[in-house]
């Protein structure tokens, strides 16, 4: 079983930065790209961001030049630098990971940490 836990959420005014942190633990033989998303009140999980096992990014325009995605393979996390935060980055952010355990590949979320950003 592969468990991804979020950490590094909270309460941050506008313009601030908070940095995400996701762990992958479990019995897994590697783990492929991994990513992060999001999903404010009343709409749908939106994608922020992604990177490869071998440090390719993706991002999606809202967050381009305010957001970075980084990881450490030794252990097994991924990050997402925020700043310059704004009221409408207030969502619960979520990680996920493709995961190859050796017999299948899957894809795991985490259970997603509450970002807040105050006006």
């Known amino acids: 079983q592969v468990q991804l836990v979020e950490s590094g959420g909270g309460l ?3 313009g601030g930065s908070l940095r995400l942190s ?7 033989f590697s783990i492929n790209a991994m990513g992060w998303h999001r999903q ?5 999980r939106e994608f922020l961001a992604a990177i490869t096992s071998g440090a390719s990014t993706n991002y999606a325009d809202s967050v381009k030049g ?7 393979n030794a252990k097994n996390t991924v990050y997402l630098q925020m700043n310059s935060l704004k009221p409408e980055d207030t969502a619960v952010y979520f990680c ?5 355990t050796g017999k299948q590949s899957i894809v795991s979320w985490g259970q997603g940490t509450q970002v807040t950003v105050s006006s």
């Open 66 to 72: 305010r957001f970075t995605i980084s990881r450490d």
């Open 40 to 44: 404010a009140p009343g709409k749908e």
């Open 96 to 100: 996920n990971a493709a995961i190859s």
């Open 22 to 28: 996701c762990v992958a633990s479990g019995r897994f």
């Open 12 to 14: 941050v005014q506008a």
